[in-house]
């Protein structure tokens, strides 16, 4: 007999700004910022923010062309919402299908190796891993078409 496996989440807001309700608890293997990655980056170091206990935020999908710089991209974004930390996006990989089109990404730069800073990406093909931006965005990122998450409503404990 086989055994048929449904993909339960949703499919991406058609409107890219819509805004959208995840949640996630930090406390759990799969939501601390190196376990969300299924053991892929264990041995990796992170010194940024972390989502902690179970939490739930209102966010949106911001569609930028590309940035000279890390720092230019934050410049940005921050007229669209708040920085979010990175576990926010193992919550969205949970929730919601890639849709093929975009890579998405949260702009927060907490993992580390040599030397290097990256971000974590969802790939148009859903395949969550991080990204170097230590170097500024490397010609084959500028064109690739990203959306970054936003917060527009400060997380709420459950």
């Known amino acids: ?24 608890d930090g406390n759990t ?43 230019d991209l934050l410049i940005a974004l921050s007229t669209h919402g708040h920085m979010l930390e990175g576990q926010w996006l193992k919550a969205v990989k949970e929730q919601y299908r890639s849709d093929g089109v975009f890579d998405r990404a949260i702009a927060d730069a907490s993992w580390q190796r040599g030397g290097q800073l990256y971000i974590p990406v969802i790939r148009s093909d859903d ?20 959306l970054w998450l936003v917060g527009v409503e400060e997380a709420q404990g459950n």
């Open 29 to 71: 293997p799969e939501g601390h910022p190196l376990g969300m990655f299924g053991g892929r980056y264990e041995e990796w170091g992170h010194d940024g923010p972390k989502v902690l206990g179970p939490q739930t935020l209102l966010a949106k999908w911001v569609e930028l062309g590309p940035q000279p710089s890390f720092t």
């Open 127 to 146: 395949l969550l891993l991080l990204r170097s931006i230590s170097d500024g965005f490397h010609e084959h990122d500028r064109r690739r078409a990203y």
């Open 1 to 24: 007999m086989a055994i048929m496996t449904v993909d339960t989440r949703l499919d991406h807001p058609k409107h890219q700004s819509a805004v959208v309700e995840l949640a996630i």
